[in-house]
């Protein structure tokens, strides 16, 4: 088992290293985004709108397929790429969206949740409005200092344990999820992880 790992391992390790050297050689192999047309858009929008739709007007559909949709909204970008721009170009983008921005975006999300998961805070919070309105103002403005992710993996279990005895407290998670792990990264670029990145 572990050799046949190993097999496996070897050659995507040596894989990726080659292809981060491809994609950061330069930058005028790349495909200039002010000649676009709005139809580029398209699939960008149509993966949103499956994501978005799906689960609610289809929702087995969507849970058995989900994979198969995001391939076809993915390769209607990718072939009229390869077509319009040539295979070169369409695969330097490919590398550059994954290594150069993706990969570094998901590293950053897990360092935040490695970190701020590992962190649990004791305390006797009884879920008052009071209490409640402070945690969310808290976590609002840690948001902006330490990330959305982090601030939200900090906070929502003295949240939900401060509400424990609630029947009704859906309402409480929601605003939770709108202020701190959304519009309290807003106030700092240290708030919002691709802007922490430098997108």
């Known amino acids: 088992m572990l050799s046949g790992v190993r097999f496996i391992a070897a050659p995507l390790f040596v894989l990726l290293f080659s292809t981060v050297s491809i994609a950061a050689e330069g930058s005028g192999h790349g495909i200039d985004g002010s000649n676009l047309s709005l139809y580029w858009v398209i699939p960008f929008a149509g993966i949103l709108l499956s994501i978005a739709l799906f689960p609610l007007f289809a929702e087995d559909f969507w849970h058995h397929h989900f994979g198969k949709i995001s391939a076809v909204w993915a390769f209607s970008l990718l072939i009229p790429m390869v077509i319009t721009f040539g295979f070169n170009a369409a695969l330097y983008e490919v590398l550059h969206a994954y290594l150069l921005e993706y990969f570094p975006f998901i590293i950053l999300l897990l360092a935040l949740f490695t970190v701020s998961g590992g962190v649990r805070i004791k305390g006797y919070l009884q879920g008052t409005p009071e209490v409640n309105t402070g945690l969310l103002l808290l976590g609002t403005i840690l948001a902006s200092w330490m990330g959305t992710t982090g601030a939200a993996m900090l906070l929502i279990r003295p949240m939900l344990r401060a ?13 939770f999820i709108f202020l701190v792990a959304n519009v309290g ?10 802007l922490f990145l430098g997108f």
């Not at 005895?165 to 409480?172: D, L, Y």
């Not at 990264?185 to 691709?194: E, K, V």
């Open 163 to 175: 509400n424990a005895w609630r029947e009704k407290k859906v309402h409480m998670v929601v605003f």
């Open 185 to 194: 990264g807003s106030l700092t670029p240290l708030g919002d992880p691709p």
